[in-house]
Nanobody, 114 residues
Framework: QVQFVESGGGLVQPGRSLRLSCAAS????????MGWYRQVLGKSRELVRV???????DYGDFVKGRFTVSRDNAKNTVYLQMNSLEPEDTAVYYC????????WGQGTQVTVSS
């Protein structure tokens, strides 16, 4: 089993930046990907950005170069740097990892509003 501690969500004005953190613990040795998904109210959960152990990243079309993922392997921590935030980015952001199965964090709310 894998557990997560997510942090960094909150209220931010449009155009500003925010960084989310997710520290993983437990059976992390076989994880080969970590990253973030999000769920906008009333919509399905969608991919934000995921980094694979081989360096490849997958990301949603809406990212447009605004969001980047980085990983500190020594700390088993993944970060999501979000720049140029828009009101449409308001959502619950979920930390994600996977080996032979997916693992999900509890989610952190990000609200973009003036």
């Amino acid at each position: 089993q894998v557990q997560f501690v997510e942090s960094g969500g909150g209220l931010v004005q449009p155009g500003r930046s925010l960084r989310l953190s997710c520290a993983a613990s437990g059976n992390t040795f076989s994880i080969d990907r970590m990253g973030w998904y999000r769920q906008v109210l009333g919509k399905s959960r969608e991919l934000v950005r995921v980094m694979f152990s081989n360096g490849r990243t997958d990301y949603g079309d809406f990212v447009k170069g605004r969001f980047t993922v980085s990983r500190d392997n020594a700390k088993n921590t993944v970060y999501l740097q979000m720049n140029s935030l828009e009101p449409e980015d308001t959502a619950v952001y979920y930390c994600y990892a996977a080996d032979t199965r997916p693992y999900w964090g509890q989610g952190t709310q990000v609200t973009v509003s003036s």
